[in-house]
């Protein structure tokens, strides 16, 4: 079946704009990760959901980074008032439950978001 | 909190040798998960190998090998045979148990040579 996909693959904005990342899982998997990988670091957590709840958003910046995912599938970050710090790649993990021992997360090739 | 340290940038290796890429990790927690990612330049991260800190055996995938000291809390990654294909960044990360949360690392960049 499909991998996790992303939209767009690149995304430029000016500063102070708003934006909107999309990620679809792979069908049937029910946590959902989003990463931050800024240039020459690893990825770095922003927020787990299982199901369409969030169960961890301790790793969202501030109160400008939001994430849903109403439905339990498809999931859309919404980053507000855009600044240059902003630029990176975020990229998108599924995987089969994550309580209890970790099942493997699959990516999505990501989003590169520059804030000019 | 925990932290995970890749202290190689960058590594290189002759196509068909061996190469070993260093990930050290500070938890004061007994049990864990560690695990090493690929990405290549097409940026999706594959997960290459895992290992939970309960299980004394080094997890081995194919050409792909863990060295897990405990004690030392060091995870390094054995890659046999090298081939072209294995170039990439590799991440190393650490979950633990009662989070949904993975620390990676800062990642080492392997340059395989002809």
């Known amino acids: 079946g499909a991998g996790v996909s992303q939209t767009p693959s690149n995304k430029v904005t000016e500063k102070g704009k708003y934006v909107e990342l999309r990620c679809d899982p792979i069908s049937g998997h029910t946590a959902l990760y989003w990463y931050r990988q800024s240039l020459g670091q690893g990825p770095e957590f922003l927020i787990y959901?299982?199901?369409?709840?969030?169960?961890?958003d301790s790793g969202l910046p501030n109160d400008r980074f939001f994430a849903v995912r109403p439905e339990g599938s498809v999931s859309t970050l919404k980053i507000q008032r855009t600044e240059r710090g902003d630029s990176a790649v975020y990229l998108c993990?599924?995987?089969?439950?994550?309580?209890?021992?970790?099942?493997?997360?699959?990516f999505g090739p990501g989003t590169r978001l520059t804030v000019l | 909190a925990q932290t995970v340290t890749q202290s190689q940038p960058e590594m290189s290796v002759q196509e068909a040798e061996t190469v070993t890429l260093s990930c050290t990790y500070d938890t004061s927690e007994s049990d864990y998960y560690l695990f090493w990612y690929k990405q290549p330049p097409s940026r999706q991260m594959i997960l290459v190998i895992r290992q939970e800190a309960y299980k004394q055996q080094n997890a081995t995938e194919n050409r792909f090998s863990v060295n897990f000291q405990k004690a030392a809390k060091s995870f390094s990654l054995k890659i046999s045979d090298s081939q072209l294909g294995d170039a990439a960044m590799y991440f190393c990360?650490?979950?633990?148990?009662?989070?949904?949360?993975?620390?990676f690392g800062t990642g080492t960049r392997l340059k395989v040579l002809a």
């Open positions: 959901f299982q199901g369409t709840g969030a169960a961890d």
């Open positions: 990360a650490y979950r633990s148990p009662g989070t949904y949360k993975y620390i």
């Open positions: 993990a599924s995987s089969l439950s994550s309580t209890g021992r970790p099942n493997e997360q699959f």
